[in-house]
């Protein structure tokens, strides 16, 4: 899935992976320090954005990193349940 981040070194666009209820893995080339809180929109396949907050907690240099989700509302969560679902995992 797409996503928009923006974080203290600005907006980019990224790929997730790896989805589930606690976080996922963000395929990025740009490196963020561990524990750097940062928000982003999450670009669903009916065109809709959820904003969420996420925080940086691995880094695999020049791969991406592990971000888990902050603060989700009961909403956030049962979406991302329904992604999960949709894409044949289990949440």
């Not at 907690?57 to 989700?69: D, L």
Request: net charge negative; hydrophobic share 35%; charged share 25%.
């Amino acid at each position: 899935m797409e996503i928009l981040l923006d974080s203290a070194s600005g907006k980019r666009e990224a790929r997730i992976s790896d989805l589930s209820i606690g976080g996922c893995f963000v395929d990025s080339i740009a490196s963020f320090p561990e524990g750097e809180r940062m928000q982003f929109e999450l670009r669903l396949p009916d065109s809709t954005v959820e904003k969420m907050t996420g925080e940086v907690s691995y880094v695999i240099e020049g791969n991406g990193f592990g971000m888990k989700f902050v603060g989700l509302s009961e909403k956030q969560t049962a979406l991302i349940s329904w992604i999960i679902t949709e894409n044949g995992g289990t949440p």
